[in-house]
């Protein structure tokens, strides 16, 4: 990954399962330029072969609250394939 990349893309891998994860987003949020996007990709709730176990896995309801109540807005859902659910939110 080449350094301009680096600049457009953070990951925030298993930030929600952050004690404080309201606070761990609310920071990203404050590195986003106006109209930044944020592509959460996460397990289904659903127990299957692959992935973590279920009590590690966020349900989409839930992660869309998340980042909701640190002032993204839901701009859209995505197939992520049969193991994954994908949001796009976008900082107003």
């Not at 929600?16 to 397990?43: Q, T």
Request: glycine share 10%.
């Amino acid at each position: 990954m080449g350094k301009k990349q680096d600049q457009k893309t953070r990951s925030t891998y298993h930030c929600l399962f952050h004690p404080k994860s309201i606070v761990v987003i609310g920071a990203g949020n404050n590195i986003l330029k106006p109209g930044g996007r944020v592509v959460l990709v996460e397990w289904d709730e659903e127990e299957k072969p692959l992935g973590p176990p279920l009590r590690q896995r966020v349900n989409r309801k839930a992660a869309e609250d998340i980042f909701l109540k640190t002032g993204f807005h839901f701009e859209k859902e995505f197939d992520a394939g049969e193991n994954h659910y994908g949001l796009i939110l976008k900082k107003p």
